[in-house]
């Protein structure tokens, strides 16, 4: 591996990409530590520390972790990249519901470049909401409820509040243009790149704390990590190959067809977005519990002792099932067999021993639900091991060590080095993949 990189920073274009995602990657973790003017370091700090050490911390459970542990820093990129997250969820789902963003969908290129647009919108919209959102609660003491100091320097000025609000969402925005940069002059997806950084620059620190607090369950929870990053690069490699044959035709004077191919259906079809899905519903429970704390009400108490941690059989139960349901769903939305049936039949496509058409699709839909079942089971499992072990080890329910973090960081590993050996193969070097 280390002969690899070697010979790929040998490679003077290669070496280039590889150096400016680099400096990339190093701006934008100084855009998570640059505190947002009118935050008072020195308080805000010390309620940090306190969160940190409480229950408090994972309160903003999800939108904490995707920011790389900038949210309760109140930094310049303290939302960090779950903005756009959510705007791309969205318009995806969005995409099947309206038909007008449907027929874009299908015009190629220049309607892709649209449903861009306006999931650039949408972020910088929802970053207005959550930045505000999160200003708010700095300002009222909500954010971090068991500390007394103020964590901004002039709570009342109003222009000061909105200069927070306008700098955090610039903020969102140069995250988008610094993925973007990425994309096009670096090494791998730029978004997925900066999702990476920002779980991978939390772990040092929770591990240090997790080693301090108990070597014991430091030591299992690195044997339970090393074995579930083996099964998740075993499963994120394994698919379904559907073999497709093209028949032979005449265009003019020339022969198209008779090439053989096949269509990729990956056991974890839906990727990481069910657990994205299943668990910022169950962060709402923990935001209610947390707004209404002081409340007497018998279903806030139920939620309390339920919902709002991730120790109980309740919480397990409804967090496995969500992942299986959110998966068979997002499946369902993302992947259209009647739709690639019709375009195989288009240009003379057809799986052998399936008649081109409807019997095609129905083979397709037949072969995807099967195969959706043991991704779903797989999703639900990794999720659930990491909170099933830290409860049994007595580990803290803050560390982000969940399934979420690791099929994110194996999932982008494995694109950005497959995207390195395609770029050292057409240089006939040898690859990492051996």
């Given amino acids: 591996m280390l002969t690899a990189f070697t010979r790929a920073f040998r490679t003077p274009d290669l070496r280039k990409k590889l150096l400016f995602t680099l400096g990339i990657i190093a701006l934008f973790r100084l855009g998570s530590v640059l505190p947002t003017p009118g935050v008072h370091v020195q308080n805000l700090a010390a309620c940090f520390d306190q969160a940190r050490s409480g229950e408090t911390g994972n309160i903003y459970g999800m939108v904490q972790l995707f920011s790389g542990g900038a949210l309760l820093k109140l930094s310049v990129f303290a ?74 320097l002039d709570p009342d000025n109003i222009f000061g509040i909105v200069t927070m609000v306008v700098i955090m969402t610039a903020g969102t925005s140069v995250i988008m243009w610094l993925g973007e940069l990425i994309t096009d002059r670096g090494v791998g997806n730029g978004m997925s790149i900066l999702i990476f950084t920002q779980i991978v620059a939390v772990f040092p620190s929770e591990l240090a704390n997790i080693f301090q607090a108990n070597k014991f369950t430091f030591a299992v929870v690195m044997v339970v990590g090393v074995f579930m990053i083996a099964a998740v690069v075993f499963v994120e490699q394994g698919q379904r190959r559907i073999p497709v044959q093209y028949a032979k035709r005449m265009v003019g004077r020339r022969m198209y067809g008779g090439t053989s191919t096949y269509i990729p259906l990956k056991v974890n079809q839906a990727g990481i977005i069910p657990v994205i899905f299943a668990s910022s519903l169950l962060y709402l429970p923990q935001l209610i519990t947390s707004l209404f704390s002081t409340s007497d009400n018998a279903v806030i108490r139920w939620i309390s002792q339920n919902l709002a941690t991730g120790d109980t059989p ?121």
């Fill in 314 to 434: 309740i919480y397990m139960i409804t967090f496995f099932v969500l992942i299986v349901f959110f998966t068979y769903f997002y499946v369902s939305i993302t992947f259209n067999p009647a739709e690639v049936a019709d375009n195989m039949k288009k240009y003379g496509g057809f799986i052998p021993g399936i008649r081109p058409g409807r019997p095609t699709a129905e083979y397709l839909n037949f072969v995807l639900t099967r195969l959706t079942a043991p991704g779903a089971l797989y999703l639900g499992l990794i999720s659930m091991v990491p909170i099933v072990a830290l409860a049994i080890a007595g580990a803290s329910q803050n560390f982000p060590f969940g399934g979420t973090s690791i099929l994110i960081m194996v999932g982008v590993g494995l694109d950005t080095v497959k995207q390195i050996e395609s770029q050292l193969q057409q240089r006939n070097y040898e690859g990492f993949l051996r």
């Fill in 79 to 152: 939302l960090g990249i779950m903005p756009y997250i959510t705007a791309s969820i969205i318009l995806q789902l969005l995409v099947v519901v309206i038909p007008r963003l449907e027929a874009l969908k299908k015009e190629g290129q220049s309607g892709q470049t649209k449903i861009t647009q306006y999931t650039r919108y949408l972020t910088i919209g929802l970053a207005v909401l959550q930045s505000t959102a999160f200003i708010a609660l700095a300002r009222t003491g909500q954010l971090f409820p068991n500390c007394q100091q103020d964590v901004l």
